[in-house]
């Protein structure tokens, strides 16, 4: 494919040698110094659901950003579109506490919309946009996504991450109708977003060699120039670091289009295996457990941050590795259904009946499934180890990349605590059916070193 810049990968639509076609739903993809100026013909642009075109005699757009994030761009962009002569109403949440997208967030939005409101506008970082993604689909209004941190990988996706009673559910919606933004806005985010772009990019590497895993254990779809561009992005970050914590404008939009970068890679394998492995399981149970202890929330990729030297760390000690296959397959033989769920009640707590339902939907660990996996994985042992050595980076350079931005490396900074860790290394894995080094260790019955390995981090 001739793609040269990330304009290029998002407009793709071609046949790849992997044997599936690739394409996004990213319709138009702005990021340069004047970005926000075409705004006002952005939201003239868009159509209704009956194909009818925008109205600014009639009709308005509804801008949702924070207060934080209005100062950093939705102001601007409410001018730009007033010196249009397009009407323009506003949300503007508190900057403090951070929003969380429940439901009631999703009332307020519901709330501000006129009968006359057509475009959204989401001026904001992640959780404005997963809201307004949310909105604007079930309200069938198209939306503009005004990105003001590169903070997480989650701009050009079409799901929408939602809390519902006090459960995080994912929901299938639809993309931004145009993704615009200006490096000088990026560059003026708080530090901590930074950082957090970073660790959800640095995340990749463990990711990808999760993906490569699942290919070798349970013969999964993969793609080598998927791979291949989630590869190029994240060696870029991770030897930009020191720029990136310097504010340098270059790296700031790079760090921006290397988390679009990953999103479009999702979208080119109609999945986030490119994107996600270990390293988000373990973030998604902190997650739910901070959220169960009623504590703040924390930026999504300053928890993947923190686990990725961690699953790495996994991934070296393989390198070394020759397994005790016999005694992983008496181990898989004994496994018993009820006392499983059991110590998910336990360590879940109001999240266990999720786990357990997919627990015995897939039977993921039903002897029959865990000793498939164990036969595949002894037969390809080379290959694993030649990914492991390949495909991660040593856990060090990443610790100290994420270090020099700022970015939180040990649990207490994040509020988890070390106990919690230990447990996400013992039970993140049964969160998904997704092959990852986390059920690698599990299946080998390796879990006792798994948590030795990572108590060098805490
Ligand atoms: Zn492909
Ligand atoms: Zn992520």
Redesign the pocket.
Known sequence: MPAKTIMDYAAADFE?????R?RTDIRQLLIDDHAISQLPSLVRDQKKADGSGFDPDSQSALIIADDNTWQAAGSTVSQLLTADHIKVSQLVFPGKPDLIPDEKAVFQVITALRPHTAVLIAAGSGTINDLVRFVSYKTQKPYICVPTAPSMDGYASSVAPMIHNNLKTTYETWGAAALVTQPDILASCPSKMLAAGLGDILGKYTALADWRLGGIVEHEYE????ADMVTKTADRSLSQARQLAGRDPQAVRETMEGLLMTGIAMS?AGNSRPASGAEHHLSHFWEMVLMQKKKPPVLHGSKVGLATPMIASLYHHIQKLQPDFERARKKAARFSFDQWAATIENVYGTGAPEVIALGRKTAKNSPDRTLSRLAAAEKNWEQIRRAAADLVPEPDQIYQALQSVGAPVSPVELGIEDSQVLLAVRHAAEMRDRYTVLQLYTDLDLLDEAESIVTQWL
Do not use: D, F, Q, T
């Open positions: 790849c040698s992997c044997g599936r690739h793609c080598p120039l998927i080119y």
